[in-house]
């Protein structure tokens, strides 16, 4: 951890240089000069791949805590038989069986019949109980926005969410008048799931390697491809066969600010941003907006010029524009015409279902000719804005 805290540090001090510098090659017009603009850059670039590094060694330090852990609980009383076998896809010979399908072509008879708890109506099995938790932490990991959001696992079927339409309110009354009815009006969001599938290859060499890890590797490029594609679907989706993302022009964000260039942005836009959302959301509120965005804004000042970007000093916590914290999208649009630029809110508003397990399929046949085995998984997932006013966009002029 002193590691991070020192990268924190330097970090911060090449920002604090970073602004002094600019301050000084700033000329009486405001603008700096090629040079000392590429100079900036290149402190800037440092600062971008410190940050990186130290997110790196934060998501090590995770791992590291998560490996020292016991492999087991002491025991501290009287052993008994009494305790409760664990049964189902978290049983110990579900997983047993789980993995010798996965690497076996043709498995005998008593594995199938250990997975008939997991067996999916399409021939594929659900993950094992542990795996699947392993899975969802690297798809947070992948994507940042299961970190930000509500996830829900739903069984079947469309799931209603109950949403207050409008508010009752209160009035004053003469003695013994009447008092007026005005009851919370109620409507529902429905949240269903859609596909999401991907499939890999593996040589059967590899496969039959006992020294290669298959469940350590499929955890791994599954979870970067779902969560990568999730990501792109919670920002840019249309729900037209995939889930209705915040950007979306049916179903997504509220536009909170308008800015007045097509490719800049000022800080009173970012303030106009701000203060488009109601104060109870702005509590939990956060910023999302693209690298480059980032960079834009980390030269803006507020009146009495200060820096409107600081950079966080303490492991693990997020840098800030306005004391709330910012996360960077590769999904959110760059500064261009028209383009939803940044979004600003409390994204526990934005529901993510996932419906049932996920499921794993193995293909011994389809790729027999190159000596290879496919393996397909698959997921039903969903996303929504189930209270738009609680996001709000940055939205660039034409």
């Not at 690497?103 to 594995?111: A, V």
């Not at 409507?187 to 040589?203: F, R």
């Not at 298959?214 to 955890?219: D, K, R, T």
């Not at 997020?318 to 960077?328: K, Q």
């Amino acid at each position: 951890m002193s590691k991070i805290l020192e990268l924190r540090e330097k970090r911060n001090k090449i920002w604090n240089t970073a602004k002094g510098f600019l301050d000084q090659k700033r000329g009486a017009d405001g603008l700096v000069s090629a040079e000392a603009a590429t100079e900036y850059d290149k402190m800037e670039a440092d600062m971008v791949a410190l940050g990186k590094e130290i997110e790196r060694l934060e998501r090590q330090a995770a791992y590291d805590l998560e490996m020292a852990k016991p492999t087991s609980a002491p025991i501290l009383g009287v052993p008994s038989n009494s305790a409760e076998a664990k049964t189902g896809r978290a049983s110990d010979d579900y997983k047993k069986a789980f993995w010798n399908v996965m690497r076996s072509k043709n498995p005998h008879y008593d594995i199938k019949n250990a997975l008939e708890v997991g067996e999916d109506s399409e021939g594929g099995y659900l993950v094992p109980d542990e795996f699947e938790r392993t899975l969802v932490e690297g798809l947070e990991d992948e994507n940042i926005f299961r970190r930000l959001a509500n996830v829900i696992t739903t069984s079947s079927g469309d799931r209603k969410i109950p949403v207050v339409a409008s508010k009752g309110t209160a009035s004053w009354v003469d003695e013994e008048g009447t008092i007026p009815d005005t009851d919370d009006s109620f409507g529902q969001v429905s949240i269903g799931a859609y596909k999401l599938a991907t499939m890999i290859k593996v040589s059967e060499e590899l496969l039959n390697d006992s020294v290669f890890n298959l469940e350590a590797y499929i955890s791994r490029e599954f979870a970067r491809r779902i969560g990568t594609k999730e990501e792109e679907a919670f920002f840019t989706g249309d729900g037209l066969g995939k889930p209705t993302g915040i950007l979306a022009a049916v179903g997504g964000a509220q536009t909170g600010a308008t800015t007045a260039g097509a490719t800049a942005i000022i800080m009173d836009e970012v303030i106009d941003l701000f203060y488009s959302l109601k104060a109870p959301y702005r509590n939990r509120a956060s910023f999302i907006m693209n690298d480059s965005t980032v960079k834009a804004i980390r030269k803006l000042k507020d009146g009495q010029g200060q820096y409107l970007w600081q950079p966080s000093v303490q492991a693990g916590t997020p840098d800030t524009i306005l004391n709330r914290p910012v996360y960077t999208s590769a999904y959110m649009p760059a500064i261009a015409a028209t383009a939803k630029t940044v979004a600003f809110g409390d994204f526990s508003y934005y529901w993510v279902a996932d419906r049932q397990g996920r499921v794993f399929k193995r293909l011994n046949e389809l790729f027999a000719v190159t000596g290879q085995v496919g393996f397909i998984a698959t997921q039903r997932v969903d996303g929504k804005l189930v209270l738009p006013e609680s996001v709000k966009v940055l939205q660039q002029h034409v």
